[in-house]
C-alpha cells in the first residue's frame, strides 16, 4: 500500500510561485498514475492535474492551465505540482492521489483514486 506524504505549502502573494511535492513510500511507484486536487472551505474537492504512467502525459483542470506544471520522478518516488502566478481564489488544501489504474489516461474524478496524502496548505494573499 503506498503511502504520500506532500510537502511545499505555505503562504504565497497573489501573482507568486510555490512548488508542492509528493513523496511516495511504494518503490513501484512509477506503475501509478499520480494526480494533485485541492479543496477550500465549504468546497467540493477538485481535480487540479495528473501525471499518467509510463508514457508521463499531463492533464490539467482548464482553470489551471497554463500556470501549473506537474512532473515526476520515478527514481525519487516524487511528484511535483509547480504553480504560478497564483490567485487569492486557489487558497485550499491540496492533496496528492495515486491510482493503480494501468496505461488509460487519468482519471478526473478522485474516486477513482485509491491512495491520499494528508494534504498541504497553500494560501494566496490578495
Known amino acids: 500500500q503506498v503511502q504520500l506524504v506532500e510537502s511545499g505549502g505555505g503562504l504565497v502573494q497573489a501573482g507568486g510561485s510555490l512548488r508542492l511535492s509528493c513523496a511516495a513510500s511504494e518503490r513501484t511507484f512509477s506503475r501509478y498514475t499520480m494526480g494533485w486536487f485541492r479543496q477550500a472551505p465549504g468546497k467540493e474537492r477538485e481535480f487540479v492535474a495528473a501525471?499518467?504512467?509510463?508514457?508521463?502525459?499531463?492533464y490539467y483542470a482548464d482553470s489551471v492551465k497554463g500556470r501549473f506544471t506537474i512532473s515526476r520522478d520515478n527514481a525519487k518516488n516524487t511528484v511535483y505540482l509547480q504553480m504560478n502566478s497564483l490567485k487569492p481564489e486557489e487558497t485550499a488544501v491540496y492533496y496528492c492521489?495515486?491510482?493503480?489504474?494501468?496505461?488509460?489516461?487519468?482519471?478526473?474524478?478522485?474516486?477513482?483514486?485509491?491512495?491520499w496524502g494528508q494534504g498541504t496548505q497553500v494560501t494566496v494573499s490578495s
Open positions: 501525471i499518467q504512467w509510463g508514457s508521463s502525459s499531463t
Open positions: 492521489a495515486a491510482a493503480l489504474i494501468g496505461p488509460r489516461p487519468p482519471p478526473r474524478s478522485r474516486y477513482e483514486y485509491g491512495y
